[in-house]
């Protein structure tokens, strides 16, 4: 009944922007009141809050933009104005504005950054939205899971005091692309210990681009939607930004970059530090008590992370454009009470290669190239677990794991259309020693390679002044090959009657979405679209031998496929800007967890089960809301929702009879008044989520109880120097979100809660 309440709400309020009179039209009476409102966003859409923007003309007025760039300027008499935006790290843009009796201008300022922003783009052109990077410094979270969760449709699977995994709307892991400046880092562990986001430093981003849907053809793999990390480019001259942050439970989180950027070439450095002690949750228990630790880890490190990049640019001659960058993390003494185990370290390599020709004078817009190679180093143990105790070694359990992904990408734009390659190998390998089985390695992961190969283009058309088409379609061969000196057959011809090694698949992915833009602040839009991916190595090849029951993978998967529609719409008028989308997916082969039966007698395997994977169908559907009103030039309140409901198609003669989709987020809500000062802010925000109960019962997932809380944040703005104050849970709220809980192969069985009453402080300088 809400899900349905929720949808036609959306469609009420799509019906109303698209019969909304124009600007300077009225519906009887006295003329509204002069006023421009608009929104100040980067080269790319995402708004940017903390700008300023100056009216001069006939009168002038001064506003600071409040979250997600939007600002209002009420009160404006007829006149010929210039309409300037600035912010920090842009280069100042003025528009020009003619306004008359009774207008509600509507304008939108994209500024630019400056000559090294970044010549590649690598997120699909298809609907998307942002986060940028000073309301991902704004946010109290510590990593960028937790800040993208200010976005409407965005949660995180926690699993500890860092490292969550990125979800959107019902979408996570290898059901969801995530990328680093276009790079695919993957984690190597098997349990999504170190999702691909956890390998950046909050530091090191520029820019969040979210692409929500099946609308993705740029980058293969995009089965849910795509979410792309875009790091700092280096501005023009000489730059330092050095920053630290220090909070509750001995949190710690220096920083500094340093760059150099002039007309041919550029370079940037940086470093970051971060680390904590396990957080106490509402009832001021430490983490640690959830789970089976030992005597004394509550007083340890909850996690270490160190960080560096270096960023070089150069510019040979006019329309040619060379870009490197590296990057190494290393994290150790990462606790995970969610896991089995915990991380003694997990070390990551990235680089990233790019070059861009733009020539003059030419149906070539744009040529780009790039390259891309990323490691990860990962060493799990249960040595400061109890499970630990009276056994040879100082772990009962340990895997060694490590991936690797190398790839490149050739793309060229013909006016309003793009066309590209992308060829991709990704190696995976994890050992896994238990002393139940006298220590003896299983190559749990059997040194998989999976590789993939794809062409698309895409493209825009405009059919009228105010409608416009996109189109996009992509193809991809890949092929999926573990070693077969490590791989234990035996288990897969147990529990799935195959003994394959090895697969290959092809299919073909595309977008169709048409958009109808009204004028005076209102779009409309309707898309469908088809994306697919392929079972990655431990869907397919997971081979553990396990006391009381086995864990294999399922060679015989196919590829998953996502056919989706959405609708969405987008109003601004009179300081609201107000977004809506309705979306509906229907996944063929969803890939779910299942318990398995023995189906041969295979030499080694004496279980009579498994857990292992099955394919089902699934469906996805759900809407969103976004709200941003200017209540005046400074006051800001802003209101998002979101709501998924996922059921999937019932295999009794498999073991799947829950109809739910497990790990699937509540009914939640956001809500936050801002007030600007120009030079600072301060915001009161409440964070809500329903209860959940539709849970798979086959995987004994647990129903979670609603919840609200309450943050606030404030900041100052001090010539050089940038204060914020975060604290979040105000009032120190005992609670655990739904996506606390993993099932398996490492299971600890623990709910883990979330942080009681915190506080967090921010000093960053710019020079």
């Known amino acids: 009944m809400r899900f349905r309440a929720l949808c036609a709400g959306a469609v009420l309020l799509l019906a109303a922007a698209a019969t909304r009179p124009a600007s300077g ?86 500024l630019e950054h400056g000559a090294y922003e970044g010549a590649i783009e690598v997120v699909s052109a298809s609907p998307k939205e942002g986060l940028a990077a000073s309301e991902v410094r704004e946010s109290p979270g510590r990593e960028m899971a937790e800040a993208l969760t200010r976005v409407a449709g965005m949660s995180r699977v926690r699993k500890g005091g860092v490292a969550s995994d990125v979800v959107l709307r019902a979408y996570q892991g290898e059901n969801l692309n995530v990328l680093v400046d276009g790079v695919k880092v993957y984690g190597a562990c098997p349990n999504n210990m170190d999702p691909p986001a956890f390998h950046t430093d909050l530091s090191e981003v520029e820019r969040v681009e979210i692409g929500k849907g099946p609308f993705d053809v740029k980058n293969a793999g995009s089965l849910g939607g795509v979410v792309n990390i875009v790091t700092r480019a280096p501005q023009p001259g000489f730059a330092v930004t050095p920053s630290l942050t220090f909070g509750s439970f001995g949190f710690l989180n220096p920083s500094v970059t340093v760059s150099q950027a002039g007309a041919k070439a550029s370079i940037q450095a940086g470093l970051s530090y971060r680390e904590s002690r396990p957080y106490a949750d509402g009832n001021g228990e430490e983490f640690t008590s959830v789970a089976n630790y030992r005597p004394g880890t509550e007083d340890s490190d909850a996690y270490r992370i160190g960080a560096g990049w270096l960023r ?12 490197m960058a590296v990057a190494r993390q290393e994290a150790d003494h990462v606790l995970y009470p969610y896991l089995m ?21 030419s149906s070539l817009k744009s040529l780009r190239v790039q390259g891309y190679a990323s490691r990860v180093e990962h060493w799990m143990t249960d040595e400061w677990r109890l499970s630990s105790n009276n056994v040879p070694r100082e772990y009962s359990m340990g895997t060694d794991a490590e991936t690797g992904s190398a790839g490149m990408k050739v793309e ?24 139940g089985a006298g220590y003896t390695a299983q190559s749990a992961v059997p040194d998989v390679t999976t590789t993939t190969a794809g062409a698309y283009a895409e493209g825009a058309v ?20 573990a070693d077969p000196e490590r791989a234990n057959t035996n288990l897969y011809y147990a529990y799935k009657d195959t003994r394959l090694t090895e697969a290959s698949d092809a299919f073909p992915s595309a977008k169709l979405r048409a958009v109808y833009s009204a004028g005076s602040g209102v779009e409309l839009s309707a898309g469908v679209g088809h994306t697919v991916r392929v079972p990655d190595a431990q869907e397919r090849f997971f081979a553990l031998r396990r006391m009381g029951t086995d864990w294999v993978g399922n060679p015989s998967l196919g590829p998953v496929r996502n056919t989706g529609v959405n609708l969405s719409g987008r109003v601004a008028f009179s300081g609201v800007k107000v977004e809506t989308t309705l979306f509906w997916d229907e996944v063929d082969d969803f890939i779910t967890v299942h318990d398995q039966a023995r189906v041969n007698m295979a030499p080694g395997v004496m279980n009579p089960r498994a857990r292992s994977y099955a394919a089902t169908d699934a469906a996805m559907r759900g809407a969103e809301l976004s709200v941003i009103a200017g209540l005046t030039d400074r006051l800001f309140v802003t209101v998002d929702a979101s709501a998924v409901r996922a059921s ?17 987020p509540p009914y939640s809500a956001r809500a936050a008044f801002r007030y600007e000062l120009g030079k600072g802010f301060g915001e009161f925000e409440g964070v809500f989520a329903a ?29 050089w120097l940038q204060l914020t104050l975060a604290v979040y849970n105000l009032l120190d709220r005992q609670y655990a979100e739904h996506l606390s809980y993993q099932r ?20 960053a300088a710019k020079f």
Do not use: C
């Not at 070089?312 to 870009?323: K, V």
């Open 25 to 110: 039209e009225t519906t009887g009476g006295a003329l509204p009141a002069t006023s421009i409102t608009g929104v100040v966003a980067d080269h790319y859409g995402t708004g940017l809050p903390g700008a300023t923007v100056t009216l001069s003309g006939p009168a002038t007025r001064v506003a600071t933009t409040g979250e997600h760039g939007l600002f209002r300027l009420g009160g404006v008499p007829p006149g010929d104005y210039t309409l300037t935006a600035s912010l920090h790290g842009f280069a100042e843009l003025s528009s020009s504005l003619a306004i008359e009796e009774g207008d509600r201008a509507v304008v939108e300022l994209r």
């Open 744 to 763: 398996d192969p490492f299971r600890s069985g623990s709910r883990v809660p979330e942080p009681g009453r915190s506080v967090a402080l921010t000093a």
């Open 312 to 323: 070089l640019g150069w510019r040979p001659t006019d329309g040619h454009e060379l870009q």
């Open 341 to 361: 185990m915990d991380a003694v370290y997990d070390d990551t390599d990235r680089l990233n290669l790019n070059y861009a020709f733009t020539p003059a004078g």
């Open 648 to 664: 999937k198609e019932a295999r009794p003669e498999l073991g799947i009879t829950s109809r739910n989709v497990a790990e699937i």
């Open 412 to 435: 060229a734009d013909f006016g309003s259309w793009r066309a590209g390659v992308e060829g991709v190998r990704r190696t995976w390998l994890a050992e896994t020693s238990m002393a």
């Open 462 to 481: 405009s059919l009228t002044a105010r409608w416009r088409l996109e189109t996009g379609a992509r193809f991809d061969w890949a092929r999926s090959e």
């Open 691 to 719: 209860r959940q109960d539709r849970v798979d019962t086959d995987l004994e997932e647990q129903p979670t109880p609603g919840y609200g809380v309450a943050n606030l944040r404030a900041g100052a703005r001090l010539g």
